[in-house]
């Protein structure tokens, strides 16, 4: 059975519209209930849909019309004698999202920062595949030549692939994201100086130095640290298989090189998950919601307020309570 209810228009402006479990806000708006037309004046107001075990011909036909080229549409299916409805829109205005702290939208900022998050961690997974290829493609070949070639380069890029998206990366918790930064910063700042002050006077690159002289993982390791803790912020946010695997794959990788417990085909299978997996992971980040990746908006809009503004704004969430 769906029942309106159209509350004041103060309760209205704070209310979001719950439709089959979906939350949006939606100004000016029609029920069809049945071939039933009801016209509400309230910006906002709230439907509430209850169903029970009911047979797909007790229901009717339920249509929401917005007046201003919003349209939900009830899509239903009976599984047994369950029937789900989920909500369908389409709008060429922004999507509304409710947040902890309020509802909030995404600008062409958001999907700037999302679409450059994004980027930089193609960016790191196509210099770390191209760059580790190396090792499994014959030695006298001219692609492995080239690449070896500009090894150090491909490394250069990834870093700074990685350090794009640590820099854009949305985290609750600013200590954790400064964290991230930091063990990349000084990852950074190690790799130059095994470059400078051990890879070079020895006629090697960064890259090959560190495969002969597996203690300058010290220096260099703080960089696939962050990038560790990425992937696992990433697989406990999304549940993603890649993504968990890789943290665990990237330490062991490392610690097994620095250690020397591992032999060259343990290392080399090693690398060739991390490989494979990397590059998944990276490729399914392009068919996330932006959404995800902006996480919820007004925590980080309410984080940026002045200790004075967040207490009102809390004490008013509060009394929205009661």
């Not at 309760?11 to 439709?19: D, G, K, N, V």
């Not at 870093?159 to 949305?170: C, K, P, T």
């Amino acid at each position: 059975m769906a029942t309106a209810t159209a509350p004041t228009a103060a309760a209205a402006m704070q209310r979001p519209l719950y439709f089959c479990g979906c939350c949006t806000t939606s100004p000016n708006f029609t029920i069809t209930n049945n071939h039933h037309r009801q016209p509400h004046q309230h910006r906002i107001a709230k439907l509430k849909l209850s169903f029970g075990k009911l047979d797909l011909g007790s229901i009717g036909t339920t249509r929401i019309q917005n007046k201003r080229s919003h349209q939900f549409a009830p899509e239903c299916r009976k599984f047994g004698h369950t029937v789900r409805c989920k909500a369908m829109e389409q709008s060429t205005s922004p999507s509304v999202y409710q947040g902890v702290y309020g509802p909030w939208t995404i600008d062409s900022s958001d999907i700037r920062e999302v679409v450059l998050y994004r980027s930089g961690l193609v960016m790191a997974a196509v210099s770390f595949v191209l760059a580790s290829s190396t090792s499994f493609l014959p030695s006298d070949s001219p692609l492995s030549n080239t690449l070896g070639q500009n090894i150090d380069l491909l490394y250069l890029l990834g870093s700074a692939g990685l350090g794009m998206s640590l820099y854009l990366i949305h985290i609750y918790v600013t200590e954790i994201k400064r964290t991230l930064q930091a063990l990349w910063a000084l990852g950074v700042v190690g790799s130059l100086v095994t470059y400078t002050a051990f890879a070079q006077p020895a006629g090697e690159g960064l890259v090959q130095y560190v495969v002969d002289h597996p203690t300058a993982v010290w220096l260099v390791g703080p960089v696939f640290a962050s990038l560790t803790g990425l992937v696992f912020k990433e697989g406990l946010c999304y549940g993603k298989l890649e993504a968990a695997l890789l943290t665990f794959i990237i330490p062991a990788s490392l610690l097994g090189h620095l250690t020397g417990i591992m032999d060259d085909v343990a290392k080399l299978s090693l690398l060739g998950f991390w490989m494979a997996l990397f590059t998944i992971f990276a490729a399914r980040k392009f068919t996330q919601p932006v959404k995800d990746d902006i996480g919820d908006k007004s925590v980080f809009m309410f984080n940026a307020l002045p200790e004075e503004e967040k207490a009102a704004l809390v004490q008013k969430l509060q009394q929205q309570k009661f």
